[in-house]
T-cell receptor, first 112, second 120 residues
Framework: AQKITQTQPGMFVQEKEAVTLDCTYDTSDQSYGLFWYKQPSSGEMIFLIY??????QNATEGRYSLNFQKARKSANLVISASQLGDSAMYFCAVSGTYKYIFGTGTRLKVLA | GAGVSQSPRYKVTKRGQDVALRCDPI?????LYWYRQALGQGPEFLTY????????KSGLPNDRFSAERPEGSISTLTIQRTEQRDSAMYRC??????????????????FGPGTRLTVL
């Protein structure tokens, strides 16, 4: 079975600063994917970034990067140069054979 | 279509009524997932389809919940004899590739806007 833990229910960051959102996971699968999604107040789920378990390099997508530490089973999301529009709920997820297991989320507030 | 669509966007029903929630995945996407999301929580897996085959329904809470995808495209999640505890956001997601029975998926899922179900 898979499990995702997001220990930060809420985070604040100053505009233009970088912020790290924590995610640890547990899975018995050898091959798996790690995903981050953003959910703004409008409620949509927006895909941000993906990391495969066999990828040796950390994934990057624009201002988003995934700090993947396989031995520690962590997949932290780093947002650089935060913008006001980054204020949202962020969910980490791990893929299993059929299921995707999501964490409870971190609510990020960017301060002007 | 350009993205995953769901209908209705909002559904208010009385306890004991049946409801049917529809999902239209991205064209060509083989895999389709249903999730339930309570307020302030992450999506909770309900069921998964590979084309028209329901490969995993382990997340369905009880036998009042069922889902189908008869032609491998549009899917319907049906809740019979609704109860107040069924109130939640129901989300559908689709992904591109064919899933095998071994190993984990690395597909990116794209979510629909959800159906907000309220049972009075």
């Amino acid at each position: 079975a898979q499990k995702i833990t997001q220990t930060q229910p809420g985070m604040f960051v100053q505009e233009k600063e970088a912020v790290t959102l924590d995610c640890t996971y547990d899975t018995s699968d050898q091959s798996y994917g790690l995903f981050w999604y953003k959910q703004p107040s409008s409620g949509e789920m927006i895909f941000l970034i993906y990391q495969g378990s066999y990828d040796e390099q950390n994934a990057t997508e624009g201002r988003y990067s995934l700090n993947f530490q396989k031995a520690r089973k962590s997949a932290n999301l780093v947002i650089s140069a935060s913008q006001l529009g980054d204020s949202a709920m962020y969910f980490c997820a791990v893929s299993g054979t059929y299921k995707y297991i999501f964490g409870t989320g971190t609510r990020l507030k960017v301060l002007a | 279509g350009a993205g995953v669509s769901q209908s209705p966007r909002y559904k208010v029903t009385k306890r004991g009524q049946d409801v049917a929630l529809r999902c239209d995945p991205i064209s060509g996407h083989v895999s389709l997932y249903w999730y339930r999301q309570a307020l302030g929580q992450g999506p909770e897996f309900l069921t998964y389809f590979n084309y028209e085959a329901q490969q995993d329904k382990s997340g369905l809470p009880n036998d009042r919940f069922s889902a189908e995808r008869p032609e491998g495209s549009i899917s319907t999640l049906t809740i019979q004899r609704t109860e107040q505890r069924d109130s939640a956001m129901y989300r559908c997601a689709s992904s591109r590739s064919f899933r095998t029975s071994g190993g984990a998926s690395t597909d990116t899922q794209y979510f629909g806007p959800g159906t907000r179900l309220t049972v009075l």
